[in-house]
C-alpha cells in the first residue's frame, strides 16, 4: 500500500503543489492528509468535479504550473463538461493530473450505483483522449513523474488511476466536523421513520442518509412503497423529491439532503423556488462534512443555511438540533414550504448494510 505521504511527497519533488478536489472514499486518507498540511501546499475541496476542474484551470493559467486535481469516478461525469469544453487541446489545451479514485472497477464487488461506471471508467478516459495509469506501489513515483512529463509536453490532462485499497489507511483517522452537536443523523432518522405519517413519501439523499433510513425502515417492518432511496445522483435527491411533490400534491413529501449533496448542485434550488410545492419538506443534515465518503469537511463549513433558503422562497425554516423538535414541527398540520435544517455530529451505525437490487426493484414497482 501507498502511504500518502509519499505519494504527495512524489509531486512536490517535481514542485507540484496546488491538489484540489471532491472527497472520495478510495482517496480517503491522501485527502486526509492534505488537510493536515498547514504549509507547502494549497488544498481546496470543490463544490463538485467541475469546479474542481474550474479552479485547476484557473490555477494553471495564472501560475503556468500543474494542477493536482481529485475525485471519484462517480464524479467524472461533472468533469466531464469543462475538460470536454475548455481544458482539452482543441480548445485551450490545460495540462492537469486527476487522480481518480476508483468504485466498482477491477472486479470490486462495490456498491450498485457504481456497476455501470465502474466498468466504463477507463472506456470513457480512452474516448476523452486522456491517457492514464493505474497506480502502482512500486512504481508511483516514476508514474507520476510521467504524468507530469506527458501533461506538460502535450498540454493535456494525464489520469492516475486509484483503485481500492491502494493507499494505507491512518491509524488516528480524523472526522472532521460538529462534534459539539449532541446528536447523530441516524438517531433523527429513527425519530422521523417512528413518528412517520401513513402518507407521506420520503427521499434520501446518496450515503449515509439513505442507508440509515433503508436499516431503520427495515428494522421497524415499515411499508417503503413511499420511499425512494437516491443512491446516486450526488446533489439531485431534491429535484427528485421536488418533482415528486408537484405529482403528489395532496401528500406530504420529505426529502433527506446532507449537506454535501445540497452545496454539490446548490443551483436545484431554483427550481424548488420556481416550483416551490407547498408539500416538501426539505430537511439537511448540517454535519459539515462528506461523512460517507470518510468525513471530510465540505468546501464551506461556515454556510449560513437559513439564509441560502430563505433566498430561495422557503416559507418556514427551522434550525434544530435535538430530535423531539424534528417531531414537534412535523406535528405541524400547516407547514408549507418549509426547510428544517438539522445540526448533527458524526457516527454512523456499525456494519450499515446498504440498499439491494430488490429493494430499488420494490420502490420502482410499488411507487
Ligand atoms: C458526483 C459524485 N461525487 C462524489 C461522490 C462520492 N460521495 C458519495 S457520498 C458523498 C458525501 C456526501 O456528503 P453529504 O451530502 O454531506 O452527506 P454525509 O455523507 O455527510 O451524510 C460523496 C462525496 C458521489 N457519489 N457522486
Known sequence: MIDPKDFVK????????????????????????????KRGLTHRVAANEGGAIGLATGYAISKKRI??????????????????????KKVYGIPMILVIGVRGGFNFRDELQHHKMGPITLKILKSLGIPYKVVNEKKFNHQIRHALKYSKNNSQPFALIIKHNSFKKQKNHKIFGKQKEKFRRYEYIEV????????????????????????????????TSKFFYCIGAMGHANQIANEIALQKKKNKVIILDGDGALIMHLGNLSTIKKTMPR???????????????????????????????KAFGYKKIFEINNPNKLVNILKNK???NTAVIIKTKPGT???????????????KKNF
Open 10 to 37: 512524489a509531486f512536490k519533488k517535481q514542485n507540484i503543489n496546488y491538489f484540489v478536489g471532491v472527497p472520495d472514499s478510495v482517496l480517503d486518507t491522501f485527502i486526509n492528509f492534505l488537510h493536515s498540511q
Open 67 to 88: 494542477p493536482v486535481v481529485y475525485f471519484q469516478n462517480s464524479g467524472l461525469g461533472n468533469a466531464i463538461n469543462p475538460l470536454t469544453s475548455i481544458v482539452d
Open 192 to 223: 422521523l421513520l417512528k413518528n412517520l405519517k401513513k402518507n407521506t413519501y420520503l427521499v434520501g439523499s446518496t450515503g449515509f442518509a439513505t442507508r440509515e433510513l433503508n436499516y431503520f425502515a427495515k428494522n421497524l417492518n415499515l411499508n
Open 279 to 309: 408539500n416538501l419538506i426539505h430537511i439537511v443534515f448540517d454535519n459539515k462534512i462528506h461523512e460517507s465518503t470518510g468525513g471530510h469537511p465540505v468546501s464551506d463549513t461556515n454556510l449560513n443555511f437559513k439564509l441560502i433558503f
Open 334 to 336: 400547516k407547514l408549507v
Open 349 to 363: 451505525i456499525n456494519n450499515l448494510p446498504r440498499p439491494s437490487l430488490k429493494d430499488l426493484i420494490y420502490f
